[in-house]
């Protein structure tokens, strides 16, 4: 006999004030600061229902209810572009049974009886560990596949600086946008910045110390958070995450990247460590929207850390 009534509430699920929440829902969403879904549920018990497990009918049906919205949540994750997990569990029985597990293995952080008679409950289920390894391992496997595109592949020659692929003849004077002068000035005194707060005394102890992890300052562009975010050359050319920094996060069940909306909050957070480098994007790379292009001296100053070792083991946090 059915016995239990469930209602639904939207309310909010309490975040940081800097927290980027992506809502797929009335009430579910996609904590993009602490890398987790979660989602809120409601309950009541049913009127002939004994006082003494009234409360318990109706917590039990509010769990039943954050369930059913956590299970928005984690389909409506983005993971690359336009592509969200909902679209991999078509694909994928391995990545179908993966959100089956972060689903029986969500959490209550919060249960609220109410004098009413209802009951509220909040769950949450982290996006790092097994989801993160079985999402990454079949995005990077199918990258592999699919190779390099043709853009990619022409960048990449022209930052090699291959000019033979135009004939002389048909050669024109480059022409710079003036906007795109004033992006390269602005660039450039934010990098004298960046030098200038990066031998800070308050910030990095000894000169011989390095950054301990990487914010991104996205702000101004139309970027949007995702699970694999990529950060680029001007003109092309994947400088994080690498083949290797893939391989690591991978196994170790880590995002790639997590995101706010405060470079303040982003600098005091333990996932970049004490000294972390700011870099200032320019603009988002095709239509995607999930990729950042870094200036030609930004650029280059991050390929040398990273060829230096750099963000093996580093955070990475991207401010929106």
């Known amino acids: 006999m059915k016995y239990l009534g469930v209602f639904l509430m939207a309310i909010a699920v309490p975040a940081f004030a800097d927290d980027y929440v992506e809502w797929v829902g009335a009430n579910s969403g996609v904590n993009w600061s602490e890398g987790q879904m979660q989602a809120e549920g409601a309950g009541i018990a049913p009127d002939n229902a004994p006082p003494g497990v009234a409360r318990m009918m109706a917590c039990r049906a509010a769990v039943v209810d954050a369930q059913r919205n956590l299970v928005e949540s984690i389909q409506g994750v983005r993971v690359q572009g336009t592509t969200v997990v909902a679209n991999m569990m078509v694909e994928s029985d391995t990545i179908k049974t993966t959100v089956d597990g972060v689903l029986k293995g969500a959490q209550v952080v919060k249960r609220e009886p109410k004098d009413d008679g209802s009951c509220v409950v909040q769950m949450v289920a982290p996006m790092g560990g097994k989801f993160a390894k079985d999402i990454y391992a079949s995005v990077y496997d199918n990258n592999k596949t699919a190779g390099a595109t043709t853009r990619d592949i022409l960048g990449q020659l022209v930052d090699r600086g291959v000019d033979f692929l135009v004939p002389a003849a048909y050669a024109e004077p480059a022409r710079v946008p003036q906007w795109q002068d004033a992006f390269e000035k602005l660039a450039a005194r934010v990098t004298s910045i960046e030098e200038l707060l990066s031998h800070h005394p308050q910030l990095v102890e000894t000169s011989e110390a390095g950054p301990t992890g990487l914010v991104i300052d996205a702000r101004g562009s139309n970027f949007i958070p995702s699970m694999s975010p990529r950060i680029r050359k001007l003109r ?18 880590q995002l790639v990247s997590l995101f706010t909306r405060d470079v303040d909050t982003a600098m005091r957070h333990p996932v970049v460590g004490e000294r972390p480098l700011v870099l200032k994007g320019l603009r988002t790379f095709g239509d995607t929207r999930t990729e950042i292009v870094l200036d030609t001296d930004t650029s280059e100053r991050l390929e040398k850390l990273v060829d230096a070792g750099f963000l093996k083991d580093a955070g990475v946090i991207i401010v929106l």
């Open 236 to 253: 092309a050319g994947i400088i994080y995450p690498n083949e290797a920094h893939q391989i690591a996060r991978r196994d170790r069940g």
